[in-house]
């Protein structure tokens, strides 16, 4: 099993890269970024014009090719046309996984139904996204996909339960996906971003700048390191983590649980016959 955080191939051919959430923030940054790469995009997000606006510029500043595909990642038909594209189209060596929301308040006082729709657009959408792209990754024996969690998926005790949880099961199933398809050949990461300013606090009505700023991030400095994260090769990135070392002890503490997690006994301290 790999558990190394830098054992996979840093270079990937430009393609195509699908970019969910392209519309702005961080989505938007990465179409800049990877256009500026050579990858031909193709723009996923519900804001036509906007989702025009940036298609546009990068066309003019990049001259690559850059289709618009606007859907409502929530709506099942419309996620259905985006993972058709991803399963069928081999010019696709990209999936950025981005595109989420979250949503404020405690739990007992949330929005359930908004709530749902989150967990639809941070679970079930980037879920099923990827399932249709590394299926066709791995037949053809190349590609990457990017799943866009959060380091909140280590912060259950200080941030929304149900957000933090889409974000936890975002890199859950990433660390999976990694040991899964590293050897057909296909690249997966998970960046786990702190703080970053864009519209998603504004949305959520939440106000960002009540928090320290130090404790905030420019959303292109985090694509910037998150992108350099990808090119060595990282399975995990965090962009505001200053020690790596602290990031592997984490995970060699979690590792050690693993052969005590499962026996046929109950443990001791709970005194059953
Ligand atoms: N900003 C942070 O502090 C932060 C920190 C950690 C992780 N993240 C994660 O980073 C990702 C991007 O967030 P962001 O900060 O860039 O947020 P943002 O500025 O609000 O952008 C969200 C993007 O997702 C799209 N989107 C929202 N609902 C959608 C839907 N139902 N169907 C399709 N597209 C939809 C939006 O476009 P339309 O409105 O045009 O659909 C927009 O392009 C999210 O997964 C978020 O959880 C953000």
Avoid at 32 to 44: C, E, F, T
Avoid at 75 to 93: F, G, K, N
Avoid at 219 to 243: H, K, N, R, S, W
């Amino acid at each position: 099993m790999a558990t190394s955080n830098t054992t996979q191939a840093a270079a990937t051919t430009a393609g195509t890269a699908l970019i969910t959430g392209a519309s702005t923030g961080i989505g938007a940054t990465y179409a800049d970024r990877l256009a500026k790469r050579g990858y031909n995009l193709v723009l996923v997000a519900r804001d036509r014009q906007r989702l025009d606006t940036v298609a546009q510029r990068l066309r003019g500043q990049y001259g690559v090719q850059v289709d618009v595909l606007q859907a409502d990642l929530t709506d099942r038909a419309a996620l259905a046309q985006v993972e058709q594209r991803l399963a069928t189209d081999s010019a696709i060596t990209l999936l950025l996984n981005n595109a989420g929301n979250t949503v404020e308040g405690s739990f007992v006082g949330s929005d359930i139904d908004k709530v749902e729709g989150m967990i639809t657009l941070n679970v079930i959408a980037p879920t099923r996204l990827a399932k249709a792209a590394a299926t066709r990754m791995a037949s053809e024996g190349r590609g990457a996909i990017i799943n866009i969690a959060s380091v909140t998926a280590m912060m259950a005790e200080t941030f929304s339960g149900t957000y933090s949880g889409t974000k936890a099961y975002m890199l859950n199933l990433t660390q999976a996906m990694q040991v899964e398809l590293a050897p057909a050949g296909v690249r997966v990461q998970a960046v786990l971003p702190g703080a970053t300013r864009t519209e998603i606090w504004e949305r959520a009505g939440i106000d960002i700048n009540a928090l320290p700023k130090e404790m905030v991030m420019g959303v292109d400095t985090m694509v910037d390191a998150a992108l350099a994260g990808f090119d060595q090769g990282e399975t995990i990135t965090l962009p505001a983590l200053p020690d790596m070392a602290d990031w592997d002890a984490f995970t060699a503490a979690r590792l050690a649980l693993q052969p005590n997690l499962s026996r046929s006994t109950a443990a001791p301290r709970y005194q059953v016959a």
